[in-house]
């Protein structure tokens, strides 16, 4: 007997310590060389403000108050996980995974767990997984997938990529369907580019000295900025491929979305797709790059604005460092937004 899945319920977290674009630019514009630096930004990003949780939390921590919200929206208690997945790359720990500190957390007792780490394609990754796990396992009922992101902890302040990292977290309850709700999903990767952005010392390629430390490489760097064309190219030939692997055509879509990094990007793709703006979502403007939780993020905000109903055909794009990339499509059947809770 063929097992479908489908996403129940949806919910999201951002912190409470605002970050503004003014308060950058009173920390950049005096700095020789960024002078109009995140006038620049802005523009280009469309990205106004962004949220930092408290300096004692970790991203387990984060990620909490959104797992919660999406079981209570979904009717479920913790208890009633089989399966905990987390995508983030700015775990609490290099080991143990960050998925079994939200499982304690949480009170997750009777969910296995483990860690997703394409960066910020973790979360279509992680739905697509989730559908996987269910399809297979006539014992799995419930999985819960979350993506949360606590970067600009791991980043200096005193550089100007911060601009971008804003702190957030977003879950999905995934659960076994009579409906087919997951059709399809494709992934892409250019390893070619591992050494553009990321974090460089701690692992094993350089474990952490008092040299790295104090180089800074133990904290997250652009080395050499992605061309526009990874995302402006490749995310109409995902939403392309895993539309003609689930036998629809792009222009059934009702919703699509894409990692929250630049609105000027996701309007050329969505102009090249031949798809209006009202069938897209963005949370950026007011939320900054929320990295592996943004796709969560926005799907949670776009079904709070009613913009998603039963038999709605949603594509889920993310787009990480590495890089890596992927997408997937769902026919959702349930009513998400009946029910909330915490908005």
Not at 133 to 146: F, G, H, Q, R, Y
Not at 216 to 226: I, N, S
Not at 258 to 268: A, E, G, K, M, Y
Request: with cysteine; glycine share 10%; proline share 5%.
């Amino acid at each position: 007997m063929t097992r479908f899945s489908d996403i129940v319920a949806t919910g999201s977290y951002l912190p409470e310590i605002e970050i503004t674009n003014d308060e950058l630019r009173r920390r950049f514009d005096r700095v020789e060389g960024l002078e109009g630096f995140v006038d620049s930004m802005e523009e280009s990003t469309g990205i106004l403000r962004r949220w930092y949780a408290p300096d004692d939390w970790a991203t387990s921590d984060l990620a909490l108050p959104a797992a919660r919200r999406a079981l209570a929206n979904a009717g479920r208690e913790p208890e009633d996980v089989d399966l905990l997945l987390f995508g983030t790359d700015s775990p609490d720990y290099i080991t143990p995974a960050t998925s079994v500190v939200l499982q304690h957390k949480l009170g997750a007792v009777n969910a296995g767990t483990f860690d997703i780490g394409c960066a910020c394609a973790s979360f279509p990754t992680g739905l697509a997984t989730a559908a996987g796990w269910l399809a297979i396992n006539p014992a799995m009922s419930t999985v819960l997938v979350v993506g949360a992101y606590m970067m600009h902890k791991l980043a200096d302040p005193a550089d100007p990529t911060v601009f971008f990292y804003g702190d957030g977290a977003s879950a999905a309850v995934v659960e076994a369907s009579d409906q087919p709700g997951f059709l399809a999903a494709v992934a892409r990767a250019d390893g070619s580019y591992h050494a553009h952005w990321g974090l460089y010392s701690g692992g094993t390629y350089e474990p952490a000295t008092v040299e790295s430390v104090e180089a800074g490489r133990t904290q997250v760097r652009l080395v050499e900025r992605y061309p526009p064309e990874v995302n402006e190219e490749g995310w109409p030939l995902l939403v392309r491929r895993v539309a003609d692997d689930a036998g629809f055509d792009v222009a059934d879509i009702d919703l699509v979305i894409f990692t929250q990094v630049r609105q000027p990007s996701i309007d050329l793709v969505m102009e090249e797709l031949g798809l209006p703006a009202s069938k897209t979502h963005t949370v950026m403007r007011d939320c900054g790059y929320t990295g592996s939780a943004c796709v969560g993020m926005a799907l949670d905000h776009a079904v709070g604005r009613g913009k998603v109903e039963p038999g709605s055909l949603a594509v889920f794009v993310g787009s990480g460092v590495g890089y890596n990339q992927a997408a997937c499509a769902f026919r959702l059947q349930h009513d998400l937004r009946g029910g909330r809770h915490g908005r």
